[in-house]
């Protein structure tokens, strides 16, 4: 049997138009994290977010950094290709497969041409090339997340001086950046990095059917919908702060456990 189908349109989840928006939306150059669950629809957030920057700027430039084998798995969840919009067109996407990589990519963006340099720099799940510790000792692997953190951002802050001045006065380069979850914690892996590198940070969970205001997740079609929240979390010192996800406003959207779909339904 053929799975129904739903209509739904492509929305930017940090600045959704039908509903109040979050305290803390990203702002210019506000380097941000994203980071909650596996397969808790983090990548259709930041495509959705590149899609919206390229849409709504004719001079945007988005670069899409993710592994090819884990985007072609799990693809962001689209609108027809007919409706997307022009902005499209000014997303580029760079497969990489490891660290080394991602610090190439950033030591070499320099040499671009000013026009050509991103104004948006998207790296989906940052951790995911980064090969496992071995023999359980983790400060080195820690190391090189801090070195490729430290590169990524250095690139964005350049890319963003160098459009400044080459291209439009004032432009800046966001960094956008998703990790999984660490575990059952409320945080991202090793916090004390992401809070030196990244001054914004969302944070998505799972909410029980009763919590996010819906029947026991089925859909009239029969389809299992899983029910998360967007929220921006504030730092502490080094760590993300202890108070509660739900002291602060959000967005809660659906997900299909088929990857049909993700719908935004209101606020928190």
Request: glycine fraction near 10%.
């Amino acid at each position: 049997m053929e799975k129904p189908l739903r209509d739904w349109e492509s929305v930017d989840f940090f600045e959704v138009d039908n509903v109040e928006r979050p305290e803390a939306p990203i702002a210019p150059g506000n380097h941000c994290l994203v980071y909650g669950p596996k397969e808790s629809g983090k990548t259709t957030l930041l495509f959705q977010h590149a899609l919206s920057v390229a849409n709504r700027d004719p001079g945007a430039r988005v670069l899409f950094v993710c592994k090819r084998d884990a985007i072609e798995t799990r693809p962001p969840l689209l609108q027809r290709a007919a409706t997307l919009g022009e902005g499209a067109g000014r997303i580029q996407m760079k497969y990489l497969n490891n660290d080394a990589e991602l610090r190439r990519l950033g030591s070499v963006m320099h040499l671009l041409p000013p026009e050509d340099l991103p104004t948006l720099i998207v790296v989906d799940g940052v951790t995911s090339f980064f090969a496992p510790a071995q023999g359980g000792d983790n400060r080195e692997r820690e190391m090189r997340l801090a070195r490729t953190l430290a590169s990524l951002r250095e690139c964005a802050d350049a890319c963003g001086s160098m459009r400044s001045l080459g291209v439009r006065e004032g432009e800046h380069c966001l960094l956008l950046a998703s990790c999984p979850a660490d575990g059952n914690h409320d945080a991202p892996p090793v916090q004390w990095l992401w809070y030196k590198w990244f001054p914004s940070a969302f944070g998505v969970r799972q909410l029980h059917d009763q919590d996010a205001g819906h029947a026991p997740g089925v859909a009239a079609h029969g389809i299992v919908l899983r029910h998360f929240e967007l929220k921006p979390r504030r730092w502490g010192v080094g760590c993300i702060s202890s108070d509660p996800m739900d002291d602060r406003m959000g967005i809660t959207y659906s997900v299909d456990r088929v990857g049909g779909s993700l719908v935004p339904t209101g606020i928190t």
